[in-house]
Protein backbone atom coordinates (compact mmCIF):
# COMPACT_ATOMS: atom_id res chain seq x y z
CA UNK A 1 0.00 0.00 0.00
CA UNK A 2 1.11 3.46 -0.65
CA UNK A 3 1.94 5.46 2.45
CA UNK A 4 1.80 9.13 0.84
CA UNK A 5 0.39 9.24 -2.71
CA UNK A 6 -0.11 11.96 -5.41
CA UNK A 7 -1.86 12.67 -8.22
CA UNK A 8 -0.82 13.31 -11.12
CA UNK A 9 2.74 12.18 -11.31
CA UNK A 10 3.08 14.24 -14.22
CA UNK A 11 1.25 17.01 -15.56
CA UNK A 12 2.40 19.27 -18.38
CA UNK A 13 0.14 22.43 -18.87
CA UNK A 14 0.08 25.84 -20.67
CA UNK A 15 1.21 29.34 -18.97
CA UNK A 16 -2.19 30.68 -17.65
CA UNK A 17 -3.74 27.72 -17.06
CA UNK A 18 -5.33 26.93 -13.47
CA UNK A 19 -4.22 23.65 -12.45
CA UNK A 20 -4.63 20.83 -8.71
CA UNK A 21 -1.85 18.57 -7.37
CA UNK A 22 -3.42 15.65 -4.88
CA UNK A 23 -2.22 14.42 -2.04
CA UNK A 24 -3.43 11.23 0.29
CA UNK A 25 -1.91 9.66 3.18
CA UNK A 26 -2.86 6.76 4.56
CA UNK A 27 -0.64 6.62 7.66
CA UNK A 28 -2.83 8.39 9.70
CA UNK A 29 -0.77 10.94 10.17
CA UNK A 30 -1.91 14.82 11.59
CA UNK A 31 0.87 16.91 9.64
CA UNK A 32 1.16 17.40 5.65
CA UNK A 33 3.22 19.23 3.97
CA UNK A 34 4.00 20.75 0.59
CA UNK A 35 7.59 20.78 -0.56
CA UNK A 36 8.97 22.67 -4.09
CA UNK A 37 12.06 21.00 -5.80
CA UNK A 38 13.27 23.29 -8.51
CA UNK A 39 15.27 22.34 -11.61
CA UNK A 40 18.73 22.79 -9.03
CA UNK A 41 17.36 19.48 -7.18
CA UNK A 42 16.99 21.92 -4.12
CA UNK A 43 14.12 21.41 -2.08
CA UNK A 44 12.40 23.94 0.13
CA UNK A 45 8.55 23.89 1.67
CA UNK A 46 5.90 25.96 0.95
CA UNK A 47 3.02 24.99 3.44
CA UNK A 48 2.51 22.99 6.27
CA UNK A 49 -1.19 21.76 7.77
CA UNK A 50 -1.64 20.29 11.00
CA UNK A 51 -5.28 19.13 12.01
CA UNK A 52 -6.51 20.77 9.24
CA UNK A 53 -5.17 24.18 10.20
CA UNK A 54 -2.13 25.71 8.39
CA UNK A 55 0.57 26.23 10.20
CA UNK A 56 3.30 27.37 7.83
CA UNK A 57 3.28 29.22 4.95
CA UNK A 58 6.55 30.27 3.78
CA UNK A 59 6.89 33.27 0.63
CA UNK A 60 5.11 31.81 -1.78
CA UNK A 61 2.90 33.65 -4.24
CA UNK A 62 -0.61 33.64 -3.81
CA UNK A 63 -2.03 31.61 -7.38
CA UNK A 64 -0.77 28.94 -5.18
CA UNK A 65 -3.16 27.70 -2.50
CA UNK A 66 -3.37 24.75 -0.56
CA UNK A 67 -6.16 23.04 0.76
CA UNK A 68 -7.28 20.09 3.28
CA UNK A 69 -10.30 18.85 3.20
CA UNK A 70 -9.12 16.30 5.56
CA UNK A 71 -5.81 15.17 7.68
CA UNK A 72 -5.59 12.63 5.37
CA UNK A 73 -5.65 15.04 2.32
CA UNK A 74 -3.48 17.95 1.49
CA UNK A 75 -4.08 19.32 -2.61
CA UNK A 76 -2.55 22.21 -4.04
CA UNK A 77 -4.13 24.67 -6.32
CA UNK A 78 -1.97 26.65 -8.48
CA UNK A 79 -3.24 29.54 -10.64
CA UNK A 80 -2.23 31.27 -13.67
CA UNK A 81 0.73 29.06 -13.88
CA UNK A 82 3.54 30.49 -14.85
CA UNK A 83 6.89 29.14 -16.75
CA UNK A 84 8.70 29.67 -13.12
CA UNK A 85 6.11 27.23 -11.74
CA UNK A 86 8.09 24.55 -13.65
CA UNK A 87 9.06 22.12 -11.22
CA UNK A 88 8.68 18.42 -8.72
CA UNK A 89 6.26 19.33 -6.20
CA UNK A 90 6.18 16.75 -3.60
CA UNK A 91 3.54 16.17 -0.75
CA UNK A 92 4.83 14.30 3.15
CA UNK A 93 3.45 13.83 6.30
CA UNK A 94 4.28 13.12 9.44
CA UNK A 95 2.65 12.45 12.98
CA UNK A 96 2.69 15.61 14.82
CA UNK A 97 4.68 18.26 13.84
CA UNK A 98 7.66 18.10 16.34
CA UNK A 99 11.09 19.03 14.61
CA UNK A 100 12.75 15.11 15.07
CA UNK A 101 9.39 13.08 13.77
CA UNK A 102 9.98 11.52 10.33
CA UNK A 103 8.65 13.18 7.15
CA UNK A 104 7.31 10.14 4.49
CA UNK A 105 7.41 11.53 1.26
CA UNK A 106 5.02 11.21 -1.71
CA UNK A 107 6.59 10.29 -5.53
CA UNK A 108 6.51 14.03 -6.68
CA UNK A 109 4.57 15.65 -9.24
CA UNK A 110 6.73 16.88 -12.35
CA UNK A 111 4.79 19.91 -13.09
CA UNK A 112 5.89 21.16 -16.77
CA UNK A 113 4.45 24.74 -17.96
CA UNK A 114 4.88 25.42 -21.53
CA UNK B 1 17.93 31.91 9.73
CA UNK B 2 19.15 28.99 9.31
CA UNK B 3 21.10 27.51 6.28
CA UNK B 4 22.23 23.83 5.23
CA UNK B 5 25.40 23.30 3.04
CA UNK B 6 26.84 20.76 1.43
CA UNK B 7 30.10 21.34 -0.82
CA UNK B 8 30.25 18.12 -2.83
CA UNK B 9 27.72 18.62 -5.72
CA UNK B 10 28.95 14.89 -7.11
CA UNK B 11 30.59 11.87 -5.53
CA UNK B 12 31.72 8.95 -7.13
CA UNK B 13 33.10 5.24 -5.15
CA UNK B 14 33.65 1.80 -5.74
CA UNK B 15 31.36 -1.07 -4.87
CA UNK B 16 32.20 -1.99 -1.59
CA UNK B 17 34.19 1.10 -0.04
CA UNK B 18 33.65 3.85 1.95
CA UNK B 19 32.34 7.36 1.08
CA UNK B 20 31.58 10.18 3.10
CA UNK B 21 29.36 12.88 2.40
CA UNK B 22 29.75 16.57 4.14
CA UNK B 23 27.62 18.86 5.59
CA UNK B 24 27.45 22.07 7.60
CA UNK B 25 24.80 24.00 8.77
CA UNK B 26 24.18 27.23 10.18
CA UNK B 27 22.23 28.25 13.05
CA UNK B 28 21.80 29.95 16.33
CA UNK B 29 19.89 27.38 18.15
CA UNK B 30 20.83 25.00 20.63
CA UNK B 31 18.75 21.98 20.24
CA UNK B 32 17.79 21.12 16.54
CA UNK B 33 17.90 17.82 15.03
CA UNK B 34 19.78 16.78 11.44
CA UNK B 35 18.33 14.59 8.74
CA UNK B 36 20.29 12.60 5.68
CA UNK B 37 17.82 11.96 3.02
CA UNK B 38 17.92 9.53 -0.21
CA UNK B 39 16.47 10.40 -3.17
CA UNK B 40 17.09 7.90 -5.65
CA UNK B 41 16.32 8.23 -9.61
CA UNK B 42 12.81 7.27 -8.65
CA UNK B 43 12.82 10.55 -7.05
CA UNK B 44 11.50 8.77 -4.09
CA UNK B 45 12.96 10.49 -0.72
CA UNK B 46 13.67 8.38 2.03
CA UNK B 47 14.90 9.31 5.20
CA UNK B 48 18.23 7.82 5.77
CA UNK B 49 19.59 8.99 9.31
CA UNK B 50 18.97 11.59 11.88
CA UNK B 51 20.71 13.30 14.78
CA UNK B 52 19.74 14.94 17.76
CA UNK B 53 21.45 17.86 18.95
CA UNK B 54 21.27 16.90 22.43
CA UNK B 55 22.95 13.28 21.81
CA UNK B 56 26.71 13.60 21.65
CA UNK B 57 26.88 9.89 20.60
CA UNK B 58 26.58 9.79 16.67
CA UNK B 59 23.41 7.76 14.87
CA UNK B 60 24.02 4.53 12.99
CA UNK B 61 22.04 3.12 10.95
CA UNK B 62 23.44 -0.19 9.88
CA UNK B 63 26.01 0.95 7.25
CA UNK B 64 25.20 4.40 7.10
CA UNK B 65 26.74 6.58 10.34
CA UNK B 66 26.82 9.93 11.10
CA UNK B 67 30.28 12.11 12.27
CA UNK B 68 28.25 15.05 14.21
CA UNK B 69 30.59 17.96 15.54
CA UNK B 70 28.44 20.11 17.00
CA UNK B 71 30.82 22.84 17.38
CA UNK B 72 31.81 22.98 14.18
CA UNK B 73 28.41 22.73 13.38
CA UNK B 74 29.10 20.00 10.77
CA UNK B 75 26.85 16.62 9.91
CA UNK B 76 28.73 14.38 7.41
CA UNK B 77 27.38 10.64 6.31
CA UNK B 78 29.53 7.84 6.01
CA UNK B 79 28.43 5.25 3.87
CA UNK B 80 30.42 1.96 4.71
CA UNK B 81 29.97 -1.48 2.26
CA UNK B 82 28.82 0.89 -0.59
CA UNK B 83 26.16 -0.58 -2.85
CA UNK B 84 24.71 -0.26 -6.25
CA UNK B 85 21.76 0.74 -4.82
CA UNK B 86 22.69 3.08 -2.95
CA UNK B 87 23.34 5.45 -5.91
CA UNK B 88 21.34 8.52 -5.26
CA UNK B 89 20.87 11.98 -4.27
CA UNK B 90 21.68 12.85 -0.58
CA UNK B 91 20.44 15.61 0.84
CA UNK B 92 21.14 16.83 4.71
CA UNK B 93 18.19 18.63 6.04
CA UNK B 94 18.03 20.66 9.35
CA UNK B 95 14.76 21.19 11.72
CA UNK B 96 14.00 23.06 15.05
CA UNK B 97 11.68 23.20 17.95
CA UNK B 98 10.39 26.64 18.03
CA UNK B 99 10.27 28.76 21.93
CA UNK B 100 7.04 26.54 22.88
CA UNK B 101 9.40 23.50 22.46
CA UNK B 102 7.66 22.24 19.38
CA UNK B 103 8.02 22.83 15.72
CA UNK B 104 6.46 22.77 12.55
CA UNK B 105 7.97 20.29 11.19
CA UNK B 106 10.11 22.29 8.40
CA UNK B 107 12.76 21.04 7.32
CA UNK B 108 15.73 23.38 5.31
CA UNK B 109 17.46 21.00 2.95
CA UNK B 110 20.77 21.25 1.46
CA UNK B 111 21.86 21.87 -2.01
CA UNK B 112 22.14 17.92 -2.38
CA UNK B 113 25.14 15.56 -3.57
CA UNK B 114 24.47 13.05 -5.99
CA UNK B 115 26.55 9.86 -5.16
CA UNK B 116 26.89 7.61 -8.19
CA UNK B 117 28.87 3.74 -6.43
CA UNK B 118 30.07 1.93 -9.48
CA UNK B 119 30.52 -1.93 -9.97
Known amino acids: DTAVSQTPKYLVTQMGNDKSIKCEQN?????MYWYKQDSKKFLKIMFSYNNKELIINETVPNRFSPKSPDKAHLNLHINSLELGDSAVYFCASSQGRTANNEQFFGPGTRLTVL | AQTVTQSQPEMSVQEAETVTLSCTYD???????LFWYKQPPSRQMILVIRQEAYKQQNATENRFSVNFQKAAKSFSLKISDSQLGDTAMYFC????????????????FGQGTILTVHP
Open chain 2, 27 to 33: TSENNYY
Open chain 2, 93 to 108: AFSHPNAGGTSYGKLT
Open chain 1, 27 to 31: LGHDT
